[in-house]
Each structure stands twice: as C-alpha cells, then as structure tokens.
C-alpha cells in the first residue's frame, strides 16, 4: 500500500511524522519500514528513522506487509491494578512470561493484553505490545504497561531517566547481618555461562545499583533466611538475582543463580523452602509520576506460594505483607 504526504511541520522526525500520519501501524513497524528502503523523501531513499524532515517536503510510503510474529490474542484474565490516563499497571502472576522470545511462543502477558485491550497492538513493538520492562517468569507483582503511544514513549523515557520508583520484597538464603545497605556492582553477560548475567568475567558491563532493608530473619532448623525489602536504583536483566548471589546470599528458590548442590548449603534446605518452585522474588510497589505531575502508587499484596514459604518459616510479618 502506497502513502504520500505533504509535511506542513517546520521540522520534525521522519518516523514520529508517520506515525501521525498512518495510526494503525505502530511506530516500530514504520522504523522498520524506513530502514527498509520503504520510504522516500522528495524521491530519495532515507532509511534512518531519525532523519529530519522539513515544511513541503513530500513523503512516499510503501507501506509493507504484516509479518506474522506468532503473537495472537489469548482470553486469558488479567488483574488490573490501575487503568487510567492511558496507563495500566497490571498484577503478574508468576509463571508468565512477558513477552515471545527465543524458545517460548506460547501463553504470554502480550498476548493477554491483546485480547483484553483492543487498540494496544499500536503501542510499542509488535511482539511486546505496551510493554516498557519486564519481570522475569517466575517472578510476581506490579508492572506498567502504555496503552497510547504518547504514555509509552514516556515511560520509556521514565525508565531511562530512573525516575520510576520500584519495590520488591525478597528472601535470601544466610543472614544479611547489615540492616540497611547497597550494592554497588556493574552486571553484564557472563563469559562462563550464556544463560547468565554477572558481576565478574562479564561482556559489556553496566552500572547497577541495589538498595536493601532488613525486614526480617527466620530460623529453619540451623538455617537461616533474610528477608529484605529491595529497592531499584537501575534496572539490569536479573539485577536482584545477580546482586544478592554476589554477596553470597542467593535468592531462596532461584534455580539459575541459587546453590547448584544440596550439599552447597549447610544441612539442605528446609521443608519450607523445598515447597518453594520459584526465587522468592515479588515485585511490591511501584510508583510513578504522570505528565501532568501527579503521583500513582500501585501495590501488589505478596503471592500467596511465597505468603505459605513464610507461614511455614514463621514470619511475624507475614500478614502485612
């Protein structure tokens, strides 16, 4: 399908003046089009999504086809926190994937957003509709989702500027003896294995930063367990998981990061821990401010796999959580 436009801008980005102009295709899709060869400028190719494009200039787009990525609406409920303003936040269960990748084409929160939001799949890449960040599968709690192009391109700036606000409640493995502390470690690609990001031997490092507050220590037998309440100050792949397995002090359940061995720990883990088939991970709050300047919180109440982990530990806190 051919367009062809007339800019009355003085000025403004080839692929945000597209997608002004042909709202049913979604920006990531124009780019990829203009990167293609597909659009034509005053009939000459650009094919850089940033290029800058001027009052009268005319614009040829050829427009391409769909390709179909696997990603088709599935009638699966969702727990909506939050639905205003053009933004969801959305209480993920654990055990669902966010978004299609390597491997895994089935079920996703992509694909639930599709069937419960009719206009999402115009926001935001094809494959990941709305989708701003993620929570690895087997981690629940909050996440934010745009549900218009303008709130998406402004979270994402959000999230690069660090100005969204994330809790997690965790429980490691040993006694974090510090009752309040950071830890300051760049996280990237390990060498030694590619399933896993790393403080040490990594590929292209980047800052990270974790912040961490004592909540609570629970005894099982001559074991013991911390658990902490975890702030975000940057938002790395597995950044709570690496961190912790830094110091020696690996998320319960975590069967990518945590002890490979029963015999790596002290006596084994409890009957407590051994009920538990995910990293006792939980993505508590989130807070974030709109453009208009006001504040939304969201909170998630603890899942309830990890609330019985908890119960069986003894937790005197359990119930406020």
């Given at each position: 399908?051919?367009?062809?436009?007339?800019?009355?801008?003085?000025k403004?980005?080839?692929?945000?003046f597209?997608?002004?102009?042909?709202?049913?295709?979604?920006?990531?899709?124009i780019?990829?089009?203009i990167?293609a060869g597909?659009v034509?400028?005053?009939?000459?190719?650009?094919?850089?999504?940033k290029?800058?494009?001027r009052?009268d200039d005319?614009?040829?787009?050829h427009?391409?086809?769909?390709?179909?990525?696997g990603?088709?609406?599935?009638?699966t409920?969702l727990?909506?926190?939050?639905?205003?303003h053009?933004l969801?936040i959305i209480?993920?269960?654990?055990?669902?994937?966010v978004?299609?990748?390597?491997?895994?084409?089935?079920e996703?929160l992509?694909?639930a957003?599709?069937?419960?939001f009719?206009?999402?799949?115009?926001?935001?890449?094809?494959?990941?509709p709305?989708?701003?960040?993620?929570?690895?599968?087997d981690?629940?709690?909050?996440?934010?989702?745009?549900?218009?192009?303008?709130?998406?391109?402004?979270?994402?700036?959000a999230f690069?500027?660090?100005?969204?606000?994330k809790?997690?409640?965790?429980?490691?493995?040993?006694r974090i003896?510090?009752?309040?502390?950071?830890?300051?470690a760049?996280?990237?690609?390990s060498?030694?294995?590619?399933?896993?990001?790393?403080?040490?031997?990594?590929?292209e490092p980047?800052?990270?930063?974790?912040e961490?507050?004592?909540?609570?220590y629970?005894d099982?037998?001559?074991?013991?367990?911390?658990?902490?309440?975890?702030?975000?100050?940057?938002g790395?792949?597995?950044?709570?998981?690496?961190?912790?397995?830094?110091i020696?002090?690996?998320?319960a359940g975590?069967?990518?990061?945590?002890?490979?061995?029963?015999?790596?720990?002290?006596?084994?883990?409890?009957p407590?821990?051994?009920?538990?088939?995910r990293?006792?991970?939980h993505?508590k709050?989130?807070e974030?401010r709109?453009?208009?300047?006001?504040?939304?919180?969201?909170?998630s109440e603890l899942?309830?796999d990890?609330?019985?982990?908890l119960?069986k530990?003894?937790?005197?806190?359990?119930?406020?959580?």
């Amino acid at each position: 399908m051919e367009h062809k436009f007339i800019v009355t801008d003085l000025k403004t980005r080839l692929d945000k003046f597209l997608v002004g102009q042909v709202k049913e295709v979604s920006r990531s899709r124009i780019q990829r089009d203009i990167e293609a060869g597909l659009v034509l400028v005053n009939g000459q190719k650009v094919v850089e999504s940033k290029f800058v494009v001027r009052k009268d200039d005319v614009i040829v787009y050829h427009q391409g086809e769909k390709k179909d990525e696997g990603l088709v609406p599935t009638e699966t409920p969702l727990r909506v926190l939050y639905d205003n303003h053009g933004l969801l936040i959305i209480d993920k269960p654990a055990g669902m994937v966010v978004h299609p990748g390597a491997g895994f084409k089935g079920e996703t929160l992509a694909s639930a957003l599709l069937y419960n939001f009719k206009d999402i799949h115009l926001v935001g890449e094809e494959h990941r509709p709305g989708i701003v960040h993620r929570l690895d599968k087997d981690t629940s709690g909050v996440m934010l989702v745009a549900k218009t192009a303008e709130m998406y391109e402004y979270l994402k700036n959000a999230f690069a500027e660090r100005k969204i606000k994330k809790e997690y409640i965790a429980l490691v493995l040993g006694r974090i003896e510090k009752q309040h502390g950071f830890i300051d470690a760049p996280i990237g690609k390990s060498k030694a294995d590619f399933r896993k990001m790393s403080t040490e031997n990594i590929i292209e490092p980047k800052e990270a930063l974790t912040e961490y507050q004592v909540l609570e220590y629970l005894d099982a037998g001559i074991d013991t367990y911390t658990l902490l309440l975890v702030k975000l100050h940057t938002g790395r792949t597995h950044q709570i998981r690496v961190h912790f397995k830094s110091i020696g002090h690996p998320l319960a359940g975590d069967a990518l990061y945590g002890p490979r061995l029963r015999s790596d720990l002290k006596s084994g883990e409890k009957p407590a821990i051994r009920g538990l088939s995910r990293q006792f991970l939980h993505a508590k709050k989130i807070e974030v401010r709109l453009p208009d300047g006001t504040w939304i919180e969201a909170e998630s109440e603890l899942a309830d796999d990890l609330k019985e982990v908890l119960g069986k530990l003894n937790s005197k806190i359990v119930n406020n959580l």
